[in-house]
């Protein structure tokens, strides 16, 4: 099986580990920096796009700012994201707010920001109007229920099951309703996909949101500003996988935009994306070590990080790829299951893996962890949040969170009180 490298060779690692009590969060911006430029690359031929970075995957001003240097917008879905955004200087058109059940608070902000507000209801217009009044531009989550013809995907699901989006009908009932209310510009998004792997499905729906947009300007002479593929480019989290060739995508995506552009008299029609997991993903990495080892029926290596760090393989069965720092060389000839210390069973980041012989003490690196990693971080069993470190393009570390102590855990408690 193929290997993953890891951003620093393994004597740094281990001084790293030394000066930083583990488990921690590592990010590497350069590599960063480089995957963001891929994709906008691949999306140059349209002088308008752009990717607005879907902050949940990482909410870390320090990631914020650096993409927003690369050009990225930021796609927000709560308040507090907003603020981040806000934070960083990611404000007005360059904030796209996709939120569902939102409070009107929430709202309220991403009005004041002048984010683009993508609504996910037919009633959430009435809302809207009622709340904090119609913005000047208006998009629409759009579901397409049995009208998206491929496979439903493992983490979003099949868009009929799905709680998002409008559906057909009230999508174009929506856009009637706000022309009629003046808003005066459009856009259309949708997000069928997460961690999809294969091309054409951006392609596809590509193709899907511009007959949709040649439809809305027939019937009601609706002129989208943009379409907005959403996020979802997969990433390679086995290493037997190959990464997503965005150049096909972007070439794809390329062909139907000019099958559609001029012949339906669309321009200028902007393409938009939101994508977390392919920008972050691959370049962060989570830091752990062996505590314990023991063996029952099985063969468990204990680690201090545990599923409030990553739950993606306790959440989704995901894949993350191990490495044992120091021992990379070896044989991987001993069968583990890689567990973390919650009181939950399903608390593992690898169950019958093939690794090297761990022994206590051993440094291991998770991979993929920089999207919907630390972030989807809680406090079960009163676990705190860990810290995350940024590998700077220069070499040097910085620490861009802090991790939590004791006083941050019972700081929502009154003791006082009891
Ligand atoms: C989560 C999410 C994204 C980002 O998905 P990735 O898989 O990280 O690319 C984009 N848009 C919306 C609306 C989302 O909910």
């Known amino acids: ?58 909410p870390n001003p320090h990631l914020l700012k650096i993409l927003k240097e690369e050009g990225c917008g930021g796609d927000c879905s709560s308040f507090p994201e907003l603020l981040l955004c806000e934070k960083v200087g990611i ?29 996910d209801d037919f009633t959430h217009i009435e809302f809207l109007q009622n709340t904090v009044g119609l913005p000047e531009l208006i998009c629409f ?48 998004h949708t997000m069928v996909v997460s961690n999809e792997l294969n091309s054409s499905a951006f392609v596809e729906t590509a193709r899907m949101l511009l007959s949709l947009a040649t439809r809305l300007k027939k019937e009601l002479d609706v002129q989208l500003d943009f379409v907005n593929l959403g996020g979802g480019i997969g990433i390679p989290y086995h290493p037997d996988q190959d990464p997503v060739d965005l150049v096909e995508v972007g070439q794809g995506v390329k062909q139907v935009y000019d099958e559609f552009i001029g012949r339906d008299g669309l321009e200028p029609l902007n393409i938009l994306m939101e994508n977390g997991r392919m920008v972050t993903g691959p370049h962060g990495y989570l830091v752990t070590r062996a505590v314990h080892e023991k063996h029952i029926y099985r063969d468990y290596v204990g680690v201090d990080a545990c599923m409030a760090n990553l739950m993606r393989p306790a959440m989704y069965g995901a894949y993350h790829h191990i490495t044992v720092v120091d ?92």
């Open 1 to 58: 099986m193929a290997e993953k490298t890891l951003p620093l060779d393994s004597s740094r690692l281990n001084e790293l580990a030394e000066e930083y009590p583990t488990p921690f969060h590592l990010y590497d911006e350069r590599a960063i920096r480089e995957t963001v430029r891929s994709l906008l690359k691949a999306f140059e031929w349209c002088p308008g796009f752009r990717e607005y970075y879907a902050v949940k995957a990482a």
């Open 91 to 119: 404000t007005g058109e360059h904030i796209m707010f996709t939120s569902n059940e939102t409070p009107a608070y929430e709202y309220q902000k991403a009005r004041e920001l002048g984010a683009v507000i993508n609504l």
């Open 141 to 188: 989550r759009l579901n397409p229920g049995p009208l998206r013809q491929s496979e439903g995907n493992a983490i979003i699901g099949n868009p009929e099951e799905s709680k998002y989006g409008l559906n057909m009908e009230q999508l174009i009932e929506g856009y009637r309703v706000v022309k009629e209310a003046g808003v005066q510009r459009f856009g259309l």
């Open 327 to 418: 021992k990379q060389q070896d044989p991987h000839d001993h069968v583990y299951d890689v567990v973390g210390s919650l009181c939950e069973n399903n608390d593992k980041f690898a169950i019958q893996r093939s690794l090297p012989k761990i022994d206590r003490g051993d440094l291991l690196v998770i991979h993929d962890a920089g999207a919907h990693g630390h972030s989807m971080g809680f406090q079960y069993n009163g676990k705190l949040r860990s810290a995350e470190l940024l590998l700077k393009e220069d070499g040097s570390i910085q620490q861009i969170r802090r991790a939590e102590t004791i006083d941050d855990y019972f700081a929502t408690l009154d003791f006082g009180a009891l």
